[in-house]
Every structure is written in structure tokens, then in C-alpha cells.
């Protein structure tokens, strides 16, 4: 008897520029500044269309630099 190959996907929420603009409450010139600024993680791909970000990364750079905007995840 063979054991079949389990092949597991994770699922990796993305965000681009105006996903991040809307997440903050700022416009998409200020995001894309904000993206551009080093404390801010890498993109997790770059595509033709530009960068999109791992959503847990951009989750933990609000929790550091923008506090008040963390998403309280005892309360969800």
C-alpha cells in the first residue's frame, strides 16, 4: 500500500499600495511613501502592476510604528 503525497498550500493574505493607504486611513501618494520608508517591510513580491506585501508583515509594522491603529486581536 502506497502513501499517497499530501501537498499542503498555505494561504498568504496580500495587500498592495491602496490596500495599505486604506488600512492607515491615508490617500495612495502617502501609502506609497510609507512602503517606500525602510522601516517598512519588503515587498513580498514585485509585480508589473507593483509591490504587494504579506498582510501579517504590513499587521506587524502597524503594531510598532502605528499602535493606535493595531487591530485589537484579544477582542476578534
Known sequence: ????????VAK????GTAEIGQR???GRSRAHA???DRSFPEPYQ???MGSVWDANDVEAWIRQ???ELAE???TE
Open 12 to 15: 498568504i493574505k496580500l495587500m
Open 72 to 74: 485589537d486581536s484579544e
Open 24 to 26: 492607515l486611513g491615508v
Open 46 to 48: 514585485t509585480l508589473v
Open 1 to 8: 500500500m502506497t502513501t499517497p503525497n499530501v501537498c499542503f
Open 65 to 67: 510604528h502605528r499602535p
Open 34 to 36: 510609507i512602503t517606500r
